[in-house]
């Protein structure tokens, strides 16, 4: 993500724009594809921190070639488009989010048969202020509840306030521009628990994890709000993932812990696969 998880992607990202690329998911030259798939949104789309990157991607997009909407692509044998990218917020539906990443918008038109996206994190900054602010104070305060007390309602307002209507008018220019499309919303895993931390592996404080954990759930509620509101399904990942946060095993975590570099806080291999199949038994 740019502007939520990505605040590393960005200090990282000094490379030029990274436009859509299309997947044959038939390369074999048979029969073509008889679905046009659409794979938009954010770093959790894009699949941040796998590799390799697709051909056209770099460190501004992050578009590893193992992300859900590929993955998918590759289930259904559908040709795909996919223009997912670190940092989207909604206003990258609409606007060039850097210099040659044109709007995702454009990826879709009136023959796109399916759309499947992850998109509302970066709005507003929360997950970036959460996670940011979240692991700065919990270094400090690592019993207490520095973030809570720091941030109070500022965040959950702002996914009501500002969030919400975004990704509803979002999500509507979808249904727009996409009239025949099946549209697929897939909500976020959990990146921690619901009140036991690790916090070696994610430096959030005690009294921190439930406050995380309550700001994700939101997120998740109003993700699904907006989908609701506009006829697009909502695929839940949250509920699948909790036995396989950031402080699972290595094994079974979907989310990989903090570290330098793309890809802290972001779905693993496992994360993205866990992700592809549950829209996958969401189409069938």
């Not at 991607?57 to 692509?73: E, P, T, W």
């Amino acid at each position: 993500m740019r502007r939520v998880f990505a605040g590393a992607v960005a200090v990282l990202l000094a490379l030029t724009g990274c436009a859509g690329d299309v997947d044959q998911a038939d390369p074999a030259g048979q029969t073509a594809p008889v679905t046009r798939q659409a794979h938009l949104g954010d770093s959790f789309a894009a699949g941040t921190g796998l590799r390799p990157l697709v051909a056209d991607s770099s460190f501004l997009c992050q578009r590893a070639d193992g992300n859900y909407g590929r993955l998918v692509s590759r289930g259904r044998g559908t040709e795909l488009t996919d223009v997912s990218c670190a940092g989207a917020t909604t206003e990258d539906l609409t606007a060039a989010q850097y210099e040659g990443v044109g709007p995702q918008l454009a990826a879709l038109d009136a023959d796109t048969d399916l759309v499947t996206l992850t998109l509302g994190g970066n709005d507003a900054g929360v997950f970036a202020t959460a996670v940011g602010e979240c692991t700065r104070l919990g270094r400090a305060e690592p019993a207490g509840a520095p973030c809570a007390r720091a941030q109070g309602q500022t965040l959950l307002t702002a996914l009501d306030t500002r969030t919400r209507p975004a990704l509803t008018r979002g999500l509507r220019a979808i249904v727009e521009r996409a009239p025949s499309a099946r549209v697929l919303v897939v909500g976020y895993p959990w990146l921690l628990p619901p009140t036991d931390g690790c916090f070696a592996q994610v430096p959030i404080a005690a009294g921190d994890v439930p406050y995380l954990h309550r700001l994700q759930r939101r997120l998740n509620a109003v993700v699904a709000e907006a989908a609701a509101a506009t006829g697009a399904t909502y695929v839940d990942v949250a509920g699948p993932s909790a036995a396989h946060t950031a402080c699972a095993a290595d094994d079974q975590r979907w989310i990989a812990p903090l570290r330098s570099g793309p890809g802290s806080l972001h779905p693993t291999e496992l994360g993205q696969r866990a992700m592809a199949d549950a829209v996958l038994a969401a189409l069938d």
